[in-house]
C-alpha cells in the first residue's frame, strides 16, 4: 500500500495523513468548497475537490471519491470516523474497485450497524445485556406487556440509532404510546429505519467502552477502556484512560467480553464495544462501533499504540506485533471535545471566524485538529474544532495538565466548550470520580460558569491590588493624594 485517500475531513483526516506520512505512504486529501483552505487538504499530497460545502453534495458522494480514487492510483481508502466509516455499501465498493477499505468487513459493518442485529450476534457469547426485548417493535399492547414486565422506567431505542435521536425515556405507562410513535418518527427522519426496541432504564449509568483490535488471521486484543460519561444530549464531551471505578477483575472480565464481541461479527481493525455500568459495577453490551473512535487518542497514550498505524498494518494483510499480555495500561489520559458551542446556551453551536487560535504547547499536551487562526467554523459539519488531550502519571497529575491546558488554548471569535471543560475538571464530583452520565443534569447550568468568570475576576483583581501594593512598599512611592501643583492651576 503506496497511496492511501482519506475520505473525510479535519482533524481526523489529518491525524490519518501524519500517520500514513510516517510509514512512508503517500495521501490523497478530499474536500468541499468550504474547506479549500483547510489544513489537511495543505498538508496532502494530492487532493480533490468533491464539490459543494453540504455534506450530500461532497463528503458523502461515495461514488465520486471512488473514482477519484482510481484517476489517481490510490491502493486504500481509510473512512475516519463519520461521513461513510459505518456504511457497509461504500466498503463493498472500494473492494469490488480493487482498493483496500481500511476498516472492518462489510457483513461486521452491517451487523452492528443494527443494536437489534447485534444483540442477536452476540447472544451465544453469554454477554450481560441490558434487560428487555431484542426485536423490532410497533405494537402498542406488546409494547405495553413487555415495559411492564421488566418494570418503569424503560428506555425506547432506535434500532439504527446513535447520538441519542430516535431515544426516549418512559417513567409510566401513561406516556408509553406517544413516546414510542415520537422515537419510531425521529428514527424514521433520522436513519431511514423507524424500527425501535425496549430495554430497561439504567437511571444513572457510566458509559464505558473497551478498545479491540483484530487482524486477518483471527488475532484479536483488547486495549483497555476508555470511560466517555460526561455527555451532553447523549453525545460525548470528555473521556479518559483507564476508568477510575474499574477494578482489575472487571476490567479483565469486560476486556473478555468485548473480544467475544469482535469474534462473534468476524471483525477485522479497530473497533469499540460499549457497555454500561450501573452503581453496583454491573456491566451491560450496548453496541459497537465498527470504525476509529474520536477519542482513541487517550488509548493511544497509554498502551503506546498508534492505533491508525495498526489500522494501515491489518489492511496490509499483516498480523499484530503483540499478544494481549504484551498490553499494558500505563498513567492517565483525558481528553476535552472542542466544540464550537455556547455552553452558556445549552451547547448551541456557535459559528464565525477564528479571529484567535493559539494552540496549548508544552510536555503531556496534545492537541489534534483541523483548523488555523481566521479560518471559518462552517455551519454545515460538526461543530468540534479541536480534541485536547493530555497526560499524567496519575489521574490527579492528568486533570491538572489539563487545566493548565485549557489556559493556554486562546480561541477568540466564537464561543466553544473550553469553560465547561474547565468546570468539569474542577468539579468535587469529576476529581473524586463519582459522577454518571446525568453530570451535566446534575451539576451544571450557565449561571455556575458565570459564578466561575466572577470567582476569576475577583481573585484576579484582589491579586492585582496586592502585587500594587508590593510595588509601591519596594518603590517607597509617597501616598500624597495628587500633585500640589495639579491643585494649585488655574
Not at 476509529?292 to 496490509?316: M, N, S
Not at 470567582?455 to 517607597?476: D, G, V
Amino acid at each position: 500500500m503506496r497511496k492511501i485517500l482519506i475520505a473525510n475531513r479535519g482533524e481526523i483526516a489529518l491525524r490519518v495523513m501524519k500517520t500514513a506520512r510516517k510509514m512512508g505512504i503517500a495521501v490523497v486529501a478530499v474536500y468541499s468548497e468550504a474547506d479549500r483552505d483547510a489544513p489537511h487538504v495543505k498538508f496532502a499530497d494530492e487532493a480533490i475537490c468533491l464539490g459543494p460545502p453540504p455534506s450530500n453534495q461532497s463528503y458523502l458522494k461515495g461514488n465520486e471519491i471512488i473514482e477519484a480514487a482510481l484517476a489517481l492510483g490510490v491502493d486504500g481508502i481509510h473512512p475516519g470516523y463519520g461521513f461513510l466509516s459505518e456504511n457497509a455499501g461504500f466498503a463493498r465498493s472500494v473492494e469490488a474497485a480493487g482498493m483496500t477499505f481500511i476498516g472492518p468487513r462489510p457483513d461486521a459493518i452491517e451487523i452492528m450497524g443494527s443494536k437489534l442485529a447485534a444483540k442477536d450476534a452476540v447472544k451465544a457469547y453469554n454477554i450481560p445485556m441490558v434487560p428487555g426485548i431484542d426485536k423490532a417493535i410497533d405494537n402498542i399492547e406488546e409494547a405495553i406487556q413487555v415495559s411492564r414486565e421488566i418494570g418503569f422506567p424503560i428506555l425506547i431505542k432506535a434500532s439504527a440509532g446513535g447520538g441519542g435521536k430516535g431515544m426516549r425515556v418512559v417513567e409510566a405507562e401513561t406516556e408509553l404510546e406517544e413516546q414510542m410513535q415520537r422515537a419510531i418518527s425521529e428514527a424514521q427522519s433520522a436513519f431511514g429505519d423507524g424500527s425501535v426496541f425496549i430495554e430497561k432504564y439504567i437511571s444513572a449509568p457510566r458509559h464505558i467502552e473497551i478498545q479491540v483490535l483484530a487482524d486477518q488471521e483471527g488475532n484479536t486484543v483488547h486495549l483497555f477502556e476508555r470511560e466517555c460519561s460526561i455527555q451532553r444530549r447523549h453525545q460525548k464531551v470528555i473521556e479518559e484512560a483507564p476508568s477510575a471505578i474499574l477494578t482489575s477483575e472487571i476490567r479483565e472480565a469486560m476486556g473478555r467480553d468485548a473480544v467475544k464481541v469482535a469474534k462473534a461479527c468476524n471483525y477485522l481493525g479497530a473497533g469499540t464495544v460499549e457497555f454500561l455500568i450501573d452503581d453496583q459495577l454491573n456491566y451491560y453490551f450496548l453496541e459497537m462501533n465498527t470504525r476509529l473512535q474520536v477519542e482513541h487518542p487517550v488509548t493511544e497514550w497509554v498502551t503506546g499504540v498508534d492505533l491508525v498505524e495498526q489500522q494501515i498494518r491489518i489492511a496490509r494483510g499483516l498480523t499484530l506485533p503483540f499478544r494481549q499480555e504484551d498490553l499494558k495500561i500505563n498513567g492517565h489520559a483525558l481528553e476535552l471535545r472542542v466544540y464550537a458551542e455556547d455552553p452558556e446556551d445549552n451547547f448551541m453551536p456557535s459559528v464565525g471566524k477564528l479571529s484567535v487560535y493559539k494552540r496549548p504547547e508544552g510536555e503531556n499536551i496534545r492537541l489534534d485538529d483541523g483548523y488555523e487562526e481566521d479560518m471559518e467554523i462552517p455551519i454545515y459539519y460538526d461543530p468540534m474544532i479541536a480534541k485536547l488531550i493530555t497526560y499524567g502519571v496519575t489521574r490527579e497529575a492528568a486533570i491538572r495538565r489539563m487545566i493548565e491546558a485549557i489556559e493556554l488554548f486562546d480561541i477568540e471569535g466564537v464561543a466553544t466548550t473550553l469553560p465547561f471543560g474547565r468546570f468539569v475538571f474542577e468539579h468535587e464530583a469529576f476529581i473524586t470520580a463519582q459522577f454518571d452520565t446525568n453530570f451535566v443534569k446534575q451539576y451544571f447550568t450557565p449561571e455556575a460558569l458565570t459564578s466561575t468568570y466572577q470567582s476569576e475576576a475577583s481573585i484576579a483583581a484582589a491579586l492585582a491590588l496586592k502585587l500594587q501594593k508590593q510595588q509601591e512598599k519596594i518603590l517607597k512611592v509617597p501616598q500624597t493624594g495628587g500633585s500640589q501643583w495639579d491643585k494649585n492651576r488655574v
